[in-house]
């Protein structure tokens, strides 16, 4: 099948590498702008743009494709793009893009999208963030026809994945990244045999999976245990959860719940102890043991390493509270 795809980042790129893998024909990616990373601030290639490129395969990326928007000239552009590549279907992940109608309908068989939940659940932005946050037991991934709502379209296919007691956003998303290209690559053969069926989205069970505000990061240890480790899961790579100890910012990427100690004497994020098993931190209810840090501009340590080089002692707090 002809496939036109648009994304971003590497949850993208991973679906575009099992679509080529499957012998699928991309004449035309989409992505986003070049974008400055890194400490030189030097503008860097999405990885769905690098690997197009790795490929021989035409980039375009307009900064909107609205024709009656801020970048006219950036959309009349991606039109005739996709106007010449002539494809059957456009696959979207990740893409960070509003598509308008004239988008959605350009190809026979329009816009399928890889969304990162099972919807209705985390429509939105940030779904894998959202449901380790949240205590959620499973998520997945749904392929679904776009349509103009948020995430509203109707569903075309869907798996189930268990989310582990220890896993962040980084290992769920590549999971869920894994999951997404193969049901992709299945949807793509359903279409072709005509044996895709669409199913209308629930009206119960909807959510909303907001995008991830830096400040969310801030640990609020007047908050149970439990909530905080999953927000530390959650926030892990990025953006980091964090609090601040005394004059230092303290990144908190890997955390495990003393069962030990379900009560305590002392505020909450006063630390209890602190030796090579970790920083033991008392929380509104229960107790959280801090096993992986990082000191601003240092790099992630174990406990124990962090402890080596930093004068940590029962009694000092961590603050409760964003300042």
Request: proline share 6%; aromatic share 4%.
């Amino acid at each position: 099948m002809r496939v036109v795809f648009a994304g971003t980042p590497e949850f993208a790129a991973t679906a575009l590498q099992r679509l080529l893998d499957a012998g699928h024909s991309v004449p035309l990616v989409l992505t986003q702008p070049d974008r400055p990373a890194g400490r030189g601030l030097k503008l860097q290639a999405s990885p769905v743009k690098q690997l197009a490129l790795q490929h021989g395969i035409a980039v375009a990326q307009p900064r909107s494709l609205r024709l009656d928007g801020k970048y006219p000239q950036d959309a009349a552009e991606a039109r005739d793009a996709l106007l010449a590549a002539g494809a059957d279907v456009m696959v979207v992940a990740a893409y960070g893009l509003i598509l308008p109608q004239w988008v959605l309908t350009l190809p026979a068989r329009g816009c399928l999208n890889i969304h990162a939940s099972l919807l209705p659940r985390w429509r939105g932005a940030a779904p894998i963030h959202r449901a380790i946050e949240a205590g959620d037991a499973q998520t997945g991934v749904t392929i679904m026809q776009m349509d103009a709502g948020l995430d509203t379209g109707d569903m075309l296919l869907a798996q189930a994945l268990p989310i582990a007691p220890d896993d962040t956003t980084g290992t769920l998303h590549d999971k869920l990244a894994a999951l997404g290209g193969q049901l992709v690559v299945q949807a793509l053969q359903r279409a072709a045999a005509g044996e895709l069926q669409r199913t209308p989205q629930p009206a119960e069970g909807v959510t909303y999976a907001h995008k991830i505000d830096k400040a969310e990061a801030r640990i609020d240890w007047s908050r149970p245990a439990q909530e905080i480790a999953r927000a530390i899961r959650a926030f892990n790579p990025a953006p980091g959860a964090f609090s601040q100890l005394g004059d230092d910012l303290v990144k908190l990427w890997r955390c495990e719940i003393d069962s030990k100690q379900s009560s305590v004497d002392g505020g909450c994020g006063t630390i209890l102890l602190a030796n090579s098993d970790g920083v033991q931190v008392a929380c509104g209810s229960g107790v959280l043991r801090l096993t992986e840090l990082q000191r601003a501009g240092g790099k992630r340590l174990s406990a124990a390493e962090f402890l080596r080089g930093h004068d940590i002692k029962a009694g000092m707090m961590f603050e409760t509270a964003a300042p």
